[in-house]
């Protein structure tokens, strides 16, 4: 199936047991997700003035790839494509439509999806929190609110309840950092504030939130489960590494969306710049493995209106990646960021990593600089035990909507037919030789 084999630099293999596929969230990819806060939000932005919606692109998540009914195809499209494990989310605001409420079917579809995966030879590892809230939380204050560590444990005990053992892998809160950061510090997602306080009020309780799951998943297990957070590993440095106000800016973006959280897995307490370091009880240690979702660099500088600066360039750095979304390709970022989490001391997934694209070539040469960048970490004694490409399909890329191509397989927006990219093939054969490439003949 597709076309031959890409020509790749040489690399050993990975690891026996390592661990390969893709990731989709439910809202981005289930279609009609129509009782979460982000739903709303985009409907909302239809009847703002001027017109045109909040999403960039006019658009909003709508029937997205409609994988709500068309999951068992999708899973024998990953089979097919060599995919071992599919990483995908539980939609909270499906399973508890209203507070206290759980809706069987909900739970039935989701046991069906799971189910499915496993007939195709697929390993469910499923993320309880991925960027939603029911409307029945955010309409009572969302992630302001402090009954939500105990809302979201409630959900998570259930569905790990009924889902039984279909899964060992669980991600509690999916980049539980961009929730303070872009919805209330930058104010770019739903609610769309800009408040410092407020930001560090909701940093402060999903921290407790993702607490409270990891024990919540534990106590209804019934059989051995691996459970963590996924970070947004954004990987900050100077853009003149001489300029002190450079560097201050690098370290108090850095301490805010990464060492903060790990302060928290690592110490059990509420670092700065939330907190004053108070103890959270069962904090301390609550991860058995940690999900890392890299994409960028980000460059700061500390004499501008903007201080953290996405997708900015330093003169004579050569880069001959360039992506929708503005970012910065910095492959050896990756790297460093997985060696910085294994002082953690556990298991690490890189649980995203992909680029939006519409240039195929670009999109599989960056898939090889980023996996010898992992392979380097693995090398340099890091504990890495999967990679998960984003995404498996072309979906709806949040406040960006569908004008973002990041899937090995593009989706037409009109009929919803399934194109696998030739980066798709490529991906197929590393994954059959477990990373071993070789350069084509």
């Known amino acids: ?25 439910a809202h981005q ?24 919606g909040y999403v960039h692109d006019g658009s909003v998540s709508g029937i997205a790839c409609d994988y709500y009914h ?3 195809d999708d899973h024998r499209l990953a089979a097919m494509l060599g995919h071992q494990s599919l ?13 206290g409420r759980f809706d069987p079917v909900a739970m039935d579809h989701y046991k069906r ?14 993320t309880l929190h991925h960027f939603t809230n029911p409307l029945w939380a955010q309409r009572q204050g969302g992630w302001e609110n402090p009954e939500m560590a105990a809302w979201l444990a409630r959900f998570a005990g259930f569905a790990v309840r009924e889902l039984g053992d279909r899964a060992r892998l669980w991600w509690t809160i999916n980049e539980p950092m961009i929730a303070p950061a872009l919805g209330y510090l930058l104010g770019v997602h739903p609610p769309c504030v800009r408040d410092p306080e407020r930001a560090r009020a909701v940093a402060r309780h999903v921290l407790r939130a993702h607490g409270a799951v990891y024990h919540a998943v ?35 973006s850095d301490r805010f969306m990464n060492e903060f959280f790990a302060a928290g897995l690592r ?18 240690g609550s991860c058995d493995v940690v999900g890392i979702n890299y994409y960028m660099r980000a460059l700061c500088r500390g004499d501008g209106p903007e201080v953290v600066l996405h997708g900015a360039r330093r003169g004579g750095e050569s880069h001959d990646l360039e992506d929708e979304m503005g970012w910065e390709i910095f492959p050896d970022g990756l790297r460093r960021v997985l060696s910085r989490w294994n002082a953690l001391g556990k298991p690490l997934y890189v649980t995203e990593n992909g680029m939006a694209t519409l240039d195929d070539s670009a999109r599989t040469r960056h898939l090889q600089m980023h996996l010898d960048a992992v392979a380097q970490a693995i090398a340099e004694g890091a504990d890495v035990r999967g990679y998960f490409y ?8 949040w406040a960006e909507g569908y004008a973002r191509h990041f899937g090995l397989v593009a989706v037409d927006r009109t009929t919803l037919e399934r194109r696998p990219r030739p980066t798709a093939f490529a991906y197929r054969d590393l994954i059959a030789s477990n990373g071993a490439l070789q350069p084509a003949n």
């Not at 597709?2 to 390969?20: D, S």
């Open 29 to 52: 990819v289930e279609g009609n997700c129509d009782r979460n806060h982000w739903w709303a939000w985009e409907q909302e932005g239809l009847r703002a003035e001027p017109p045109g």
């Open 218 to 252: 534990h106590e209804a297990a019934r059989h051995t489960v691996e459970v963590g957070p996924v970070m947004a590993a954004i990987y900050f440095e100077p853009f003149d590494p001489a300029s002190k106000a450079d560097r201050s800016v690098t370290d108090s």
């Open 1 to 25: 199936m597709g076309p031959p084999r890409v020509g790749a630099v040489k690399r050993a293999a990975f690891p026996p047991e390592f661990l390969w596929g893709s990731a989709t969230s």
């Open 70 to 72: 068309r999951f068992d």
């Open 113 to 126: 999806v799971c189910d499915s995966m496993l007939r195709h030879g697929l390993m469910p590892t499923l």
């Open 390 to 397: 984003w995404s498996l399909l072309d979906n709806f890329e």
């Open 267 to 284: 110490e059990g307490v509420v670092a700065p710049p939330v907190g004053d370091g108070e103890l959270i009880p069962g904090l301390r």
């Open 87 to 99: 990483r995908i989310s539980v939609e909270w605001s499906r399973i508890e439509p209203e507070r």
